[in-house]
Each structure stands twice: as structure tokens, then as C-alpha cells.
């Protein structure tokens, strides 16, 4: 307080000498200083080769010869689209996210509401559920690698003591069961993030409406949905649409894990991508699969500012 | 009164059982870093560390590349932190205190390149870096690092910003202080959580990334910690308890890190993103 108390008196007297008196936040191109660097920065290491990949995506291109590319107009995209195995990934792709977000929210949901109630050693208890959103990914792949191995691994190992074993042994190696290990392994280190922020957001949930609910002879389910969820959706909004993006990008658990495969069955569009500029060194191909992933990333940060636009209105419920 | 306490010990147990899933794998590299060859290949697995085998984590650390792919690691982490974090704070205050042409613009900018997959930018990345000699370099990666780390670290400190009262800058201001002394002696002292957060994740983000090191550096004496480990998985040279113990003192940071400054980070993340 004293700080403002004794800097306040000049302004009342104006300075003698001070000819030309900076404006309260100096001049108009004082916030372009401020940004100057950083926007340069972003400028020469996204926006730039992002604008370099849409070209790309229009050319054909080798990765042998990367200065010598071919416009071919939307031939790449055309290929593509007709390409079954590409449809596989399209449906590969959204599976994953789907459930990523899905599960990672109720998940994320569940531990939340049960962290929410005071007990002992709560505090110790939110530290070590964040441990897994804190692991490095290169770790966790790492580690799930090893904890899903065939002969050694304790996955299997448990599995076989209770019987359920993996017919043919490796779950990395089976087209059937490597998308669900490599799903668990990601939504394993989601679920922290959204039970903390979930946990956050519930802290603002009136207790008192809740104990009214309850008094009203309401069920705990109902009013779940009266109190808790009506404070929660924004949150859970915000969590779906993190997911969705982050996972749409995710790339070296999955690459680490099983590259993609087996035959195909873990390949999302960032796998794809990625194994077609540097496996199949077609740069082409590869941008306008990248393309792809971008489009859909934008229809859903459009798609999801629309919705809440309309939520907020009241349009939708 | 029978019903309430099952619904605590239910409760209890729900919690346990939750923390020993998050734990779990982590706890596991612990006690596979620490298992002798004969535990580790046995018919039933030890399920505890035997800590008589604490040798390994020595022999990781003194013999072979583990410990310059760490300090590999540490100097692109920390160029990152420095730079990054540098730029971000003017940045987040030119977005929290000014009005501006195309403040607009920047901030659906800075939210875009979160949805920008490190794999599709390798490519065009990769040329630049070839063409401006960045290849096989540590600055290198200091610098893709920033660029990619930088959008959220000035949504974190642009949020942190508009959280402090206009009036001291205000009243510093008419003291006839320029906008860099301002920021730099009123805003920054009073947003140093957040600048600690952010440049935790900044941190973080260089000491975790893999697909522009595993790119762009061919020298096996400037590799970082996560290409070497990730070069690990699949190959068979290597005992796996030093490939644990590496993997174990990579992570051991992070967590430690992340968990001191766990509350600013996430009120941070979500705060950027919902103000955009």
C-alpha cells in the first residue's frame, strides 16, 4: 500500500523538464516490441515449415531428393482417400481418441469424486495419483514395454497364474489385444491430469446445494446431475477437447511401443505419417496424411467453441 | 451407522487400489533396476526390491553413455527453460496489459500450434536445420524446443498477469518507469509461481522430447537421455536392470519436479486454454 500512497503525489504535480510525457503504457508499438521475439521465434519454427508441409502435401517428394518436388494438385489426397488401408487408420485413429477421451475423463472422474471427500493423508494421496502424468513418455513406453513382455513380463505372468494367458503369448505382437494395451498405457498416463483438474472444478461445487438436494429427498445420482455435473461440464468440456487434440498428436508411445503395428493394428494418422516419410520416404504422401489430422483437429476446436457458444446461450442443454 | 463405516473402508480400499495403479509401473522399474539375474528369469518374480543390488544404479551412472545422454539432456533442458520462459513472459504481458492490431491473431496462433504434431513438422524442420547448419547441435534443439514450449508458456504467464491489480503498474508508471522496468520490477516478482511452473514444463517438455532428437542428431556423443533409452527398448544387449536404472534416474526428476509445482501447473494449462 505504501508504494502507491507515496508514488501518487506526481501525479498531481507534472514533472518540470519531462517534454514529452510517454502515453500510461509508452508508445503504440510498445506491445510490438514486447512480442517481437517470441512471434519471430513461432513464426521461423511453425508457421513456416506448417506453410512448407501444405505445400508439400500438393507435390510428390522424396525424401532422397527433398528439393526436387512435383506439383501433382490433390493426386495425394485422392490416393489416399482411396486407399483401404488408410480408412483402417482413419477408424484406427478415432477409435483411439475416442476412447482416450471417453476414459481418460471418466476415469479421470471416478478418482476425482473419490479424492474429493476429506480423509487422512489426502494430500499424499493427490501426489502420488499425479506420478504417472509426470512420468516422461519415452519412460512409460519403456516400462509398459517391458511389463508386457512375452516371457518375463508381469503382465503375463499374472495373466497366466490366473489363467486368462494370451493365446501366442506376446499382447505387443497380437493384432487383437496390442490396441488395447497400448490404449491402457495411454489413458494410464492421462488420468491423472483429469482427475486433478476435475478435482479442481469440484472444489467449487456448493456444498450446500448439495446437502439441499439430499434433504429434498433426492438420490445420489440425481444429484449428481443437479449440482455436481451443472458446475463440472464446462471442465469436463475443456478436459474432452484437451484430450482430443493431444491425442490425435500423440506420437512416440505409440511408435515406441509397436510402430504401428502389428500389421497395421495400433496405426494412428501421426504413425502413419510419420512411417510414410521416413519408411516409404514419400514426403508427399506423408504432408497431406498430416493434413488430414490438422483438418480434423480444427473441425473439432471449431466444432467445440460452437457448442459452447450455443450451451452458453442456452440453446442446448 | 453399519452402512456408513462400509462405505468408508469401500472408499479406502478404492483409493488404494487406485494409487498402487498410478504407482504401480514405476515401482516396477524400481525393483527390475534392483533385481539380481536369477530373481529377475525365475519362475515366480521377486515382487520387492532387493536393495543389496543398489550397485546398479553406480555401474549405470559410471560405465557406458548413460551419464552424458543426462547431461545431454540437462543442457538442452535447461537452454530451453532459459529461453523459452525469456520469451514468454514479455510475450504473456503484451497479451494480458496492452490492446493491440492483431492481438487477435496471436493468441488463435499460440493455441493452433497445439494442435501441430511434432512428426508432421520433422520434415520441413529437418531442412531448415540442415540449410542454417543446426544439425548435430545441442542450440539446436534448445531452439525447436522453445519454439514448441513457448505458445503455453505465455498462456500460462498472460493468465498470471491478468490475475495482479493494474493499480501498481499504474502507480509505477506515473513514477515515470518504462514498460520494461515495470514488468521486470512489479509483474515479475509477483508472478514468480507461475514463472517456477512454467519453467518446470519448459523443462520438462526439452528433457522428455524425442522425435526432434532422434532427427537431428547423428553423433552418438550428443545424444539425449530419452533417444538413448528409447533405443533401448527392443534391443537385447543391454541388462535390463541398467536399462531400468537409466530409465528410473530419468524419471525420477520429472516426478519429483512436476509434484513441487503440480497445483500451478494444472490451474495454468486449463486456464490458458479456457481463456483463449
Redesign the interface.
Known sequence: MT??EQ??A??TTP?AG?RRR?S???S?W???L??A???L??L???????L??VY?SFTRTR?LN?TKSEWVGLDNFNRIFGDPEFHRTLLITIVYVITCVVVAIGAGLV?AL??N?K?RGRGV?R?????????????????????LNAQ?G?VN?FLDAVGLGVPGGSILDSPRYALPAVLATTI?QLF??TS??LL?ALQSVPQDLNEAATVDGAGRWATFRAVTWQVIK??VG?LA??MT?WS??R??LIW?MTKGGPVGATETL?ID??SQ?FDSKE?GS??AI?MV??VI??IV?IGSRLVARAVEKGDVR | MRRFRFGITA??V??LA??G???F??Y??FV?ALSSNSD??ADK?RLTPDLGQFGVFVDALAEGKAAGWLLNSLIIAVGTMVLSVG??I??G???S??S?WG?AV?TV???F?????????????F??FRRFELLDSLAGLI??N???V??IV?LILKGAIDGIPK??E???????A??LTT?LRINVPLIAPSIAATAVIAF?HA??E??FAVTFIFNPDLQPA?VG??N???ELGTP?QT??AV??L??LP??A???LV?KYV??GM?AG??KG
Open positions: 508504494v502507491v508514488t501518487g506526481p501525479k514533472r519531462a510517454p500510461p503504457l509508452g503504440k510498445t506491445p510490438y514486447f512480442l521475439p517470441a512471434a521465434f513461432i521461423v519454427f511453425q508457421a513456416v515449415p506448417l512448407q508441409e508439400l525424401l527433398p478418482v473419490l479424492l471427500k480423509f494421496a501426489a502420488l495419483v499425479t506420478v504417472p502424468w509426470a512420468a516422461p513418455g519415452i519412460a512409460v513406453a519403456l516400462i509398459a514395454t517391458w511389463m518375463y508381469i505372468r494410464w491423472p491430469f486433478v483438474v479442481s464446462p471442465t475443456l477437447l484437451l487434440i490425435l498428436r506420437f512416440e515406441l501421426v505419417l510419420y516419410a514426403l506423408a504432408a498430416g489430422g490438422v483437429s480444427l476446436i | 472408499r479406502i478404492a483409493v487406485v494409487l495403479v498410478a504407482v509401473p514405476l516396477w522399474m527390475t529377475l528369469f518374480p520469451l514468454g514479455p510475450l504481458y503484451a497479451l496489459r496492452f493491440f492481438k496471436v496462433v499460440l493455441l500450434t497445439q494442435m501441430l504434431p511434432e512428426a508432421l513438422m520433422v520434415v520441413p524442420l531442412a531448415l531452439l525447436v522453445s519454439a514448441f513457448l505458445p505465455a493499480e501498481l499504474e502507480a509505477a508508471r506515473a513514477d515515470g518504462r514498460p514488468l520438462f528433457w522428455n524425442y522425435v530419452s533409452i528409447a533401448f527398448i527392443g535390463i536399462v531400468m530409465a528410473f530419468f524419471t520429472a516426478v519436479f512436476y509434484l503440480q494444472v490451474s486449463t486454454a479456457v
